[in-house]
């Protein structure tokens, strides 16, 4: 017997992708089989990390990498080592800053429901921009000097959301944040793959960049990862690690050389209540190598051939594959609430069958591959098959 059934619980078809409400996607043998070996031994974590850090490293090009409880740890942990660097003092204050200087800017039009992890870690919000070309009534959003523009003594750091169709570019705003010597914090959680995106955004000159490990890396679903800057990286772990430790006892290995320089440590941080286990560590360090080391045309492929799957076994013509970093299936039920009472229908089954809920204002239904078999895609397309 399962643990799923000892426990209860019913499993499901996943065909939304890999979000946190849907528990993720699957980790590949190789993933859990770290995370089972790490689970047998007792690690100093701050040498765990280490190690984490040049894995991290090779993958993304980075000066450092740690790894977080998630993408949004990362965003709260990125924020407060923006706020307080390498003092003590401002790391005990966390989420109170003294001095104010505290904001971060952010574009209007990247506004989303994750940021409020600067705020939970004592940022402020400071937004400029009109976003027209989001709102309809025109073509422009914010400009790199309304950025400019916006900083005062009280600006800690820039928040840029990497999508697509994020404007302005990063590499202009970098520019704008070098020129006033401000870090550029990088939400780029669901931008991967392609897996260039690992080194795109420090090299467009972000500062420190978020990565979800629980997305297409296929990392253990409450990992991430903030890489970039090693003085920040480092503000960010020592924020997050458990310091109930002697000064004298606390030794940072040299992928966190720079906090030799602090003139004391805090003590439990900001960050205490994003910890993140061995488990976890070890799992990322594995997928984070796999995923960065696979070849991207076969990952494509093998996500087409299952969404492909899915279309044979229903034997319906109302289905499409759009393409883009992750090929998506989208079934045409013809109206808004045809796409809606499908998703019920599928929901309502046996095994239950969670599909894209994005698209029904469109009358369509949609099927993400990376979360799910070969075998459930087939099962999946049975259950749409209309005799
Ligand atoms: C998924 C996502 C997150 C959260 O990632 P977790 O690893 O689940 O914490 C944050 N920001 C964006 C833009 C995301 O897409």
Known sequence: MGIYDELGVATLINAC??????????????????????????VDMVALQAA?????????GAQAGIVTSGA?????????ACIAGLDPVRMNALPEVQDGRRDFIVVRSQRNMYDRALLVAGGRIVEVGIPDRVSGPGVRDAAAWEIAAAITKNTAGIYYLAEPRSKPSLRAVAEIAREHSLPVLVDAAGQLPPSCNLRRFLDDGADLVCFSGGKAIGGPQSSGILAGRSDLVASALLQMLDLDVFDSFFAPPDEFAVLRQMRGLPHHGIGRSCKVGKEEIAGLCVALTRFAAADPVARRAAWQNRLQLIATASGRSDMEITSGPIPILSLNAGSPEAAEALARQL?????????????????????????????????????????
Not at 34 to 39: F, H, I, L, T
Not at 73 to 78: E, N, R, T, Y
């Open 17 to 42: 992708g890999t979000v946190t409400r849907l528990s993720g996607g699957m980790m590949a043998p190789e993933v859990t089989a770290a995370m089972r070996e790490a689970s047998e031994a007792s």
């Open 52 to 60: 984490a850090c040049r894995v991290i490293r090779t993958a993304t």
């Open 72 to 80: 949004s740890a990362a965003v709260l942990l990125g924020a407060a």
């Open 347 to 387: 929901l309502a089954g046996s095994p239950a069958i969670a599909c894209g809920l994005g698209r029904l204002d469109d009358g369509l239904v949609t099927f993400n591959p990376v979360a799910m078999t070969d075998a459930q895609a087939e099962a999946a397309g049975a259950r749409l098959r209309r005799d």
